[in-house]
């Protein structure tokens, strides 16, 4: 059995993605080069789409809940150092909704000059990962930063737990 994945916690979300982007941009060069870009961009985002599924079960179950509370709580590690700038519209036992005004992985992956990989690392993973954490969830964002819109729109609905 593997060790537990706990470099989001040391390092933060904003400087992971950085170090992972670094890392596979090239990467992605060389096998675009090979196999075709449409086709490794595929793999990749389903790659992606996989591990961020995985890391959000991974996160409910090292939280010990799944719940919308517990989930605008594990925020933190992708906020911290002003990486996110929200604006938290609704915070309840049942829904969770906030707009990016500003996002610091956008501006990262730009600096990068790979706002397309950006859109398939980082953004990619918003309805994988809630899936994984809380599969009766739903998340509707219809706009992001990285995609041109002046913020991101997250709308998180969580199913009403039922009394035991």
């Known amino acids: 059995m593997s060790q537990p994945d706990t470099l989001t916690q040391d390092i933060g979300v ?3 993605r950085e170090v992972e982007a670094r890392i596979l941009a090239p990467v992605i060069n060389a096998m675009s080069e090979a196999f075709g870009r449409d086709e490794v961009l595929a793999v990749l985002a389903k790659t992606i789409v996989k591990i961020a599924r995985e890391q959000g079960a991974e996160m409910a179950a090292s939280l010990g809940a799944n719940d919308a509370r517990t989930f605008m709580a594990s925020l933190e590690a992708w906020t911290r150092g002003g ?3 929200l604006d938290v519209l609704n915070n309840t036992q049942d829904a969770v909704a906030f707009d990016v005004k500003r996002c610091r992985y956008a501006q990262m992956y730009r600096d990068l000059g790979i706002p ?3 859109a398939i ?3 990619n993973r918003d309805f994988a990962m ?6 009766d969830a739903e998340l509707n964002r219809t706009r992001t930063i990285l995609g041109g819109a002046a913020h991101c729109d997250f709308r998180y609905k969580f199913p009403a737990k039922q009394p035991d």
């Open 14 to 16: 904003l400087k992971r």
């Open 83 to 85: 990486a996110l700038e």
């Open 116 to 118: 397309e990989l950006g």
């Open 121 to 123: 690392l980082s953004c």
């Open 130 to 135: 809630i899936e994984g954490f809380a599969p």
